[in-house]
């Protein structure tokens, strides 16, 4: 009985004590999670803003100042102390968040969330970061140790941070998914530099136009895909002279698409990522100094994409948005010149279907065999064993698509040519922007990117303004790489690049203002074949329309267009379908919703019900329209916003308007007006009826959702904030703005910004969201530019890094 | 009923010190170690420690959230869908801590009672 007792009783022990160990499916392990000594009540604090920090390798003392903000101002004494000391701030301030972002470009989710993730690893597996990150680590050890050595010291930095942290002082979401951080290392750098390449330059549709292709015959992929809107405001002007190119495009050689039919393609990045940036002359500003803006547009996270900091040495001083992983500052300023980038979409990723032979061992080349090389992708798994990804390597690239991934044939696979498996030495290009001190150092400096291309926006305190499309791009044939190619054919290869020098650019234009929107870069005359799946084509016409309205701007100005939320979109469009639709057979409720669109200006602001009528009047429109391209056995696309209304207006009677459902007749587009319209009225009257309204805040619900799955208690919900997508304050429901800046070019240059999110990455801390209404509201932050090592009165507390033995 | 006050407070003490050095699993080692040496009897054996533990998570987790507004406190308890309320996050942190506890000491007055002839 004794003996009985003391067995339950032990087993109880044991049952509680792993009941409360261990993480059950969602349920963080509770012992080790709330109690008060380790788990989650030690992160109930705010930031530590003063004393003194021992940090090994440290050559001399490091101050850093913190304003109200949290934004660190840091002085060092060289460029090795300051890259310590960003990579130490950046960890302290958002640990979790730095290290969660590598591994999701590693493809490593799986450690921490188990098989569940597996899918997605192995899809960025596949699609090469990992080795990509390794060919830029590689070129920098053979081409620039100096780059190399600086990001050494940003990962001893991180890593002096990591080694001063107990279990109690884990980041919040550490211990909610119960795993522990690792070591920094510099290939995390380069992984998250791939993350930003896949984010801005991995977006493509070509297996999916492949499949149009074959569907639709060449004259009506024409029609649907042109190369060339009918009318292009391309980010370099149409006026530009071109004839100083001396090296012309590939020759097109006679090789045919292949035409295979393809059933699904990986994930892709957000269709929206995409930017602003404008700058004006000193003739064209107020003041007679230049202003510049950038806002770029991206997911809409907490942690935020991006911290905020001043980084400077006795030899520079630079202020502006970093981000986690990255040295030195993304978009910002220093004492003489600011920058900025917007995405250049550019056709970057190119696929090719490969031939192999029995054993998988080689490929069909130039008439010959050539050898695969091998790329064991070892994944680990929670609670599960590893599992092995043998992805196949051609001279082309990785082959994405086998027999063991989304593809059953034997002998062929497709293979990925990307600018982003090129390596190259992105980092330095920010380096070197940092202490840029003119027109020259910008060019200088700009000259090492390599993808994701950009269009560099500058302006400088001595008057100059410029925008560069930067990137390294293939100098394809006409058509190069818009379909599937034949893989074993050299002609299909990319022959050469663009000779960096031809890239186009834009100095001083007589217009008086520079500004890209992720438009067309050129317009025909530009001597290279330019194709992409991507361009925008309204926000562009709205900043450019803004800089022709007037003839001087304010730095008042630059905030109203930041903050722009006229739809031109809806204004091309929804005067037309009134004025053609017939309105004879609409129902009370339906000639309401008439009324209220009818009166509707364009403008997407938070009050108005137009923006919700509209998106639910296109969007079935779209539907009804596209209805030949929803095929759940093939990967396909549907044409873009901007030719869809083309086609609509000029092409009304077009066969791609019938509607495939009703076979007894024959829809026009003057048909799909009203049938659409019908069908948004009633989507609106039952979201009237579960809500109460559709305004177009609530309608549109935006929010910032916290990196694990946009966790609600983690995230913040429903901000009444303006805009949508192909507006210039681009905010939909969970993409936008992500930083928006402003810099006179005043000695030394004065800046605004703001991003929605905040300094902390602890959830527990006031600084972990506190942006953000400011943010929605159109608000922003003066920088406090400090121009020297003292706390000015914007400082409230000062922390001194300082040189410490390694032990 | 010296003896429940001396234990509650020993345990206290105990898991109090023990939490400088180990895991959350202190509270239960602190139990199981007083359970052993100051035996309680039949419902003291639970839920002294109980109390003991419940009362020192509760006033530790009060102490660092209160003085930062509970500002995490209201999110984890979103978070463990158990409404927006602090309070209740402290008492259900309490329990957990105090039920660990508990158990462990009914085991330590099991191998006490083993250790008696008979």
Request: glycine fraction near 8%.
């Amino acid at each position: 009985m004794k003996y009985l007792k003391l067995l339950i009783s032990f087993v109880l022990v044991v049952g509680v004590f792993y009941a409360l160990n261990t993480k059950l499916g969602a349920v963080p392990p509770l012992g080790k999670f709330l109690n008060p000594s380790s788990g989650i009540w030690q992160n109930e604090t705010d930031e530590s803003i003063t004393g003194e920090i021992g940090i090994p390798g440290l050559t001399e003392n490091v101050t850093v100042h913190y304003d109200e903000l949290i934004i660190p101002h840091v002085f060092a004494q060289n460029e090795h102390d300051l890259y310590k000391a960003q990579g130490y701030l950046t960890a302290k301030h958002r640990l979790w968040q730095l290290e969660f972002q590598t591994h999701a470009a590693a493809g490593r989710l799986s450690e921490i969330f188990g098989e569940a993730a597996l899918e997605y690893d192995r899809t960025e597996r596949r699609r090469g970061m990992g080795y990509g990150a390794e060919q830029a680590i590689a070129f920098m050890e053979q081409y620039d140790t100096e780059t190399l050595g600086f990001v050494q010291d940003y990962a001893d930095g991180v890593n002096a941070y990591i080694d001063q942290l107990r279990p109690e002082d884990y980041p919040v979401e550490y211990k909610l998914l119960d795993y522990e951080p690792e070591a920094w290392t510099p290939k995390k750098t380069a992984l998250l530099l791939m993350y930003m390449t896949k984010m801005l330059a991995g977006y493509d549709d070509d297996l999916e136009y492949t499949n149009m292709l074959r569907l639709v015959g060449k004259e009506n992929f024409k029609l649907l895909f042109p190369d060339f809107f009918d009318r292009t405001e391309p980010v370099i002007p149409n006026d530009t002279d071109w004839s100083f190119i001396d090296v012309p495009q590939t020759e097109l050689p006679g090789s045919q698409a292949v035409l295979d039919t393809i059933i699904e393609t990986i994930d892709k990045p957000h269709p929206d990522n995409g930017s602003n940036n404008w700058a004006v002359s000193g003739a064209r500003s107020v003041t007679g100094n230049p202003i510049l803006a950038n806002d770029p547009h991206l997911g809409l996270k907490l942690p935020a994409i991006w911290f905020v900091m001043q980084l400077s040495t006795p030899d520079h001083n630079v202020f502006g948005a970093t981000i986690p992983g990255a040295l030195s500052v993304i978009s910002g300023f220093n004492q003489h010149i600011a920058w900025g980038e917007t995405n250049a979409t550019r056709d970057v990723i190119d696929w090719y279907k490969i031939e192999f032979n029995e054993d998988r061992t080689q490929y069909k080349y130039d008439g010959k065999w050539k050898d695969v090389t091998v790329r064991v992708e070892d994944i680990k798994i929670k609670d599960k064993e590893n599992y092995k990804d043998s992805v196949l390597y051609t001279h082309h690239g990785p082959v994405v698509y086998d027999k063991n991934f989304k593809s059953d044939n034997e002998r062929s696979g497709y293979a990925m040519r990307w600018i982003g498996h090129d390596g190259g030495n992105n980092q330095k290009t920010f380096i070197e922007l940092n202490k840029a001190k003119n027109y020259e150092d910008y060019v200088d400096a700009l000259q090492y990117w390599n993808a994701p291309a950009q269009n560099f926006v500058f302006a400088s305190t001595t008057g100059d303004i410029a925008l560069w499309i930067q990137g390294k791009f293939p100098n394809k044939w006409e058509g190069q790489g818009k379909f599937l190619m034949d893989g074993s054919d050299p002609e299909n290869d990319w022959q050469s690049y663009i000779p960096q020098k031809f890239n186009a650019y834009t100095k001083n234009p007589e217009r008086g203002f520079v500004s890209s929107a992720n438009q067309h870069p050129v317009d025909e005359n530009y001597p290279y074949y330019v194709f992409n799946d991507g361009y925008e084509t309204y926000r562009n016409r709205v900043i450019n329309a803004f800089f022709n309205s007037k003839e001087k701007f304010s730095v008042q100005d630059f905030r109203d267009l930041h903050n722009n939320t006229h739809n031109l979109k809806a204004e091309e469009l929804v005067p037309y379908m009134l004025e053609q639709m017939d309105v004879s057979s609409l129902s009370e409720d339906e000639k309401e919703i008439y009324r209220e669109i009818n009166t509707w200006r364009f403008n997407n602001d938070i009050d108005e019900v137009g923006p919700s009528i509209w998106r639910q009047w296109y969007g079935a429109l779209y539907e009804l329209l596209w209805d030949e391209f929803n095929d759940e056995n093939t990967a396909l696309t549907s044409p873009f916003t901007y030719q869809t209304i083309y086609l609509l207006k000029h092409h009304g009677n077009h066969p791609f308007m019938d509607v495939l459902a009703t076979q007894d007749k024959v829809e026009t587009a003057k048909d799909l007006f009203l049938i659409a319209f019908k069908e948004a009225a009633s989507q609106l009257k039952e979201i009237k009826e579960e809500k109460g309204d559709y305004v177009w805040a609530n309608y549109k619900g935006t929010y910032v959702g916290h990196l694990l799955q946009a966790l609600p208690a983690f995230s913040k919900l429903d901000i009444p904030i303006g805009g949508d997508r192909n507006i210039v304050n681009a905010t939909s429901e969970n993409h936008g703005p992500s930083w928006r800046m402003i810099v006179e070019m005043t000695s030394p240059p004065t800046a605004l910004g703001i991003y929605p999110g905040g300094q902390s990455g602890n959830p527990g801390s006031k600084y972990y969201d506190n942006f953000i209404d400011d943010w929605a509201a159109g608000r922003y932050h003066s920088l406090n530019f400090l121009q020297s090592n003292e706390a000015s009165s914007a400082i409230i507390g000062t922390q001194t890094l300082i040189p410490m033995d390694h032990d | 009923m010296t003896k429940n006050i001396s234990n509650f407070i020993v345990t206290i003490v105990l898991a109090g010190t023990l939490s400088l050095f180990l895991p959350w699993w202190s509270v239960m080692t602190a139990a199981l170690v007083t359970s052993l040496f100051i035996p309680l009897k039949r419902t003291a054996v639970f839920f002294v420690p109980f109390f003991g533990i419940l009362l020192f998570w509760a006033v530790y987790c009060f102490i660092l959230s209160s003085a930062n507004d509970f500002t995490l406190a209201k999110k984890i308890a979103q978070l463990l869908q158990i409404g927006e309320n602090p309070y209740l996050l402290i008492l259900v942190t309490g329990i957990l801590g105090g039920m660990a506890a508990g158990v462990a000491a009914i085991f330590g007055k099991q191998i006490v009672l083993l250790g008696k002839k008979g």
